[in-house]
C-alpha cells in the first residue's frame, strides 16, 4: 500500500497505493472542500496534474448529502475527477459556535449551517458518509481543539479522539478505502507523543498530523512534526494537515513527511501573491502596470503561456472572477511542479540543496 523507494537524510521519496491509482510521495493536494475547487473545475485540477486533491466529507454529509454522492456512483463520478481523493472529516471546527451546541463523548452536536436541522454526528456516523462518498482515503473523526486551548481542555479533546478514534476503526467496513488516525496533542511534547503513540498501536493504513498550522510559532509546529514522526512507523504514509507554504513544506519533508494540503497557495493568489521560481510577487503593484512579460518564464501553465504581468495586474485591480481563476490556477499549478521539483531532489539526493534554496527564496 505504502513503500518509501529513496531516503534522503530525513526526506522520503514513495509510493501510495489506492484504488485510483498510485500518488508518487511527497505531494501536496489542491483542495476542493465542497468537491470543487475554489475558481478551478475538476478539469482545471486534472491539467494541473495533481497526485491527489482533498475533499471534506462532513461538509458534503451536510450538503449535497452523502446519499446523493452514492446515487452518483461515488465522489469520482459526481465531480468527475477519476485520480486519488483523500476526504478529511473533522470540518465542524469551520462551524461557527452559533452552530456548534456541543460535544460529548458520544459525538458532536450541531445545527447544520445550510438548513438549520438538527445534527448529532458520531464516529460510526462519520464512517457510513465516508463510505458512501467512496473517497481513497478518508480520515477519522477527531475533536479538534481550538488554538489556545489549555492543557486540560487538550487532556480531554484527546481522550476523545482516541476514543471517536477506536470507534471509527470498528465502523470502517470499507477495506479497499485506506483510513488514516489523526494525531493530536496540541503543541504539548508529552501530548503528542502520547497521542501519536495511541494511534501507532491502533494500526492505521497511515497517520496525519493534526491540530498544527493554527497559530503557533513556525518552530513550535516543527518541533511537534519532529516528535511525530520520530514515532511514526517508516512503511506508513504521514500527512500533515493544513501546511501548505513553500519554506514550510520543505522543513516538513525534511522531517519524513509525505502528504501535505492547504488553501494557502489558493487564499494567497486570490489576495494577489504570486508564487513564482524567483519567489513570491505581489501583482497587483504599480510596478507591473506596463510590464508585459509572463509572471514566471520556469512556468509552463496556461496562464504563464498566455497571459501577461500588466493583464494579471489589470483583472486584480478590477476584482474580476476570472483573475481569481487565473492567479489561482497558476499558484496550484506552481505547487505541483515544486513538489515534483522535491520528489526529484530526493531520488537524487540533492534534497538539502533545495530546502536551502527555498528557504532563501522564499524567507519572510
Ligand atoms: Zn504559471
Not at 464516529?123 to 480520515?139: G, L, R, S
Not at 493504513?205 to 497559530?215: F, K, N, V
Not at 524567483?278 to 520556469?298: H, P, R, S, V
Not at 489589470?314 to 496550484?332: F, Q, T, V, W
Request: with cysteine.
Amino acid at each position: 500500500m505504502f513503500e518509501v523507494i529513496k531516503q534522503d537524510n530525513g526526506a522520503r521519496q514513495g509510493k501510495l497505493r489506492t484504488e485510483h491509482g498510485i500518488a508518487s510521495t511527497p505531494f501536496f493536494m489542491p483542495v476542493a472542500t465542497r468537491a470543487v475547487g475554489r475558481y478551478m473545475t475538476s478539469d482545471d485540477l486534472k491539467l494541473m496534474r495533481p497526485e491527489a486533491i482533498i475533499a471534506n466529507a462532513f461538509v458534503l454529509y451536510l450538503n449535497p448529502g452523502t446519499e446523493l454522492i452514492r446515487k452518483a456512483g461515488g465522489i469520482h463520478k459526481f465531480m468527475n475527477f477519476d485520480k486519488v481523493i483523500f476526504n478529511d472529516c473533522g470540518g465542524f471546527q469551520m462551524l461557527k459556535e452559533s452552530f456548534l451546541e456541543g460535544t460529548t463523548n458520544k459525538g458532536i452536536k450541531f445545527r447544520s449551517p445550510f438548513d438549520g436541522a438538527p445534527h448529532l454526528l458520531t464516529p460510526e456516523k462519520a464512517m457510513q458518509a465516508e463510505m458512501d462518498i467512496k473517497a481513497d482515503v478518508v480520515m477519522a473523526l477527531d475533536d479538534v481543539p481550538p488554538f489556545g486551548s489549555t492543557k486540560e481542555q487538550i487532556v480531554d479533546s484527546i481522550k476523545r479522539t482516541h476514543d471517536w478514534h477506536k470507534r471509527s476503526k470498528g465502523a470502517h467496513t470499507d477495506k479497499k478505502q485506506l483510513l488514516f488516525g489523526i494525531c493530536q496533542g496540541g503543541t504539548y511534547p508529552e501530548l503528542r507523543k502520547e497521542s501519536t503513540e495511541y494511534m501507532v498501536s491502533l494500526d492505521f493504513d497511515g497517520y496525519s498530523i493534526g491540530g498544527l498550522c493554527l497559530g503557533e510559532p513556525k518552530q513550535k509546529m516543527l518541533e511537534m512534526v519532529g516528535i511525530a514522526t520520530s514515532i511514526l512507523p517508516r512503511d506508513k504514509p504521514r500527512y500533515l494537515m493544513g501546511v501548505g507554504s513553500p519554506e514550510d513544506i520543505v522543513e516538513a519533508v525534511a522531517h519524513g513527511v509525505d502528504v501535505f494540503d492547504s488553501i494557502y497557495p489558493t487564499q494567497n493568489a486570490r489576495h494577489d501573491t504570486m508564487f513564482t521560481s524567483k519567489g513570491k510577487i505581489k501583482i497587483d503593484t504599480a510596478k507591473y502596470k506596463e510590464d508585459f512579460t509572463t509572471l514566471d518564464d520556469n512556468c509552463d501553465c496556461f496562464v504563464c503561456r498566455d497571459y501577461t504581468k500588466a493583464y494579471l495586474r489589470y483583472l486584480a485591480k478590477i476584482d474580476d472572477p476570472m483573475g481569481k481563476r487565473l492567479k489561482s490556477y497558476h499558484n496550484s499549478y506552481f505547487m505541483q511542479r515544486f513538489m515534483e521539483n522535491i520528489r526529484m531532489h530526493i531520488k537524487e539526493g540533492t534534497f538539502d540543496g533545495y530546502r536551502k534554496e527555498i528557504r532563501e527564496l522564499y524567507k519572510r
